[in-house]
């Protein structure tokens, strides 16, 4: 049984593994004490420092009390730290609306567990960063925002933190841009694969489970087989860069033909091979 599972997993590596109820509850809970701490902090900073970051005069810091030692801060630390909770907490607000979303169709995979873990720190360090960016005035906005629109920025950088990290990119590219990646022999992209030879080097007609190791370079764990053209999802088991196992429908070896065959690798990179060609023989 546990042959047959790991046979099908390398088949159809993009399946899902449903979430035990363990994994379920675990991650439910872990939710709901992450909103609750996140709420807490949030609440407590806003009521300590609201006159402060306000722009009250004669009131330049504010007391935090944290496990009965206080904390002297001053107002755009504490807008800082607002901005970090407010996007932890527009995290939140997606991977809950997430979980309960997958939970209630029954298709929560495990191997998302430690997305929702995640989820929430890098928001915070990306809304963290956002405020920055916005003092030093590198989106075209003024330096000068009032307390709301900062916690409302946050807040929108949690929720949407792929949007929030494109922009980021994109002011980073506007800044520093350089042809260096272009010129460096070994940045990360998928290479263009290469067929050199199969084994067998043909395919029988009616043959029951027809099946090509195939040897050439540029092979990757993402690369997918195409036959005649059509994209055959899970007929490829990847062995190493250089071999790969490529399985076939029975229609394929119905009857005597040549089929031309592809592996192609997606982006980064990437490409498609030359066809190959394999002749059906009887």
């Known amino acids: 049984m546990a ?6 997993a390398e088949t159809h590596p993009n399946r899902i593994d449903p979430a035990s109820w363990f994994v379920r ?20 900073v806003w009521y ?25 801060v001053r107002p755009t630390v504490a807008l800082a730290l607002l901005m970090a909770l407010a996007g932890g907490l ?23 567990g430690w997305w929702f873990v995640v989820r929430t720190p ?11 960016f916005l003092r030093a005035g590198f989106l075209g906005t003024s330096t000068d925002l009032n307390p709301y629109g900062f916690i409302a920025t946050g807040a929108l950088v949690g929720m949407f933190s792929k949007q929030a990290a494109d922009k980021l990119r994109e002011v ?3 800044l520093f841009r350089s042809r260096g990646d272009e010129q460096r022999a070994g940045k990360l992209s998928n290479p263009v694969p290469s067929i050199a030879e199969t084994t067998p080097k043909e395919l029988k007609v009616g043959e029951a489970k027809p099946e090509l190791k195939i040897r050439g370079a540029g092979f990757t764990t993402a690369s997918s087989l195409e036959v005649e053209g059509q994209a055959r999802k899970g007929a490829l088991k990847f062995g190493d860069a250089h071999h790969v196992t490529a399985t076939f429908e029975p229609a394929d070896v119905a009857a ?5 065959i592809v592996i192609a690798n997606p982006e980064p990179g990437g490409g498609r091979s030359d066809p190959f060609t394999v002749n059906v023989v009887p």
């Open 3 to 8: 042959s047959t599972d790991a046979t099908a």
């Open 25 to 44: 509850w675990m991650l439910g809970l872990y939710l709901l004490a992450l909103f609750l701490l996140l709420f807490l902090a949030f609440t407590c």
């Open 48 to 72: 300590s420092c609201d006159e402060a970051i306000s722009g009250t005069p004669d009131v330049r810091e504010c007391s935090l009390y944290v496990l009965d030692f206080r904390v002297a």
């Open 90 to 112: 527009g995290s939140f607000v997606h991977a809950a609306t997430s979980f309960a979303t997958y939970v209630g169709n029954a298709r929560l995979d495990s191997k998302w």
């Open 122 to 132: 890098i928001a915070m360090v990306l809304a963290l960063l956002f405020y920055f």
């Open 172 to 174: 980073f590219d506007t």
């Open 256 to 260: 005597a033909r040549s089929l031309k």
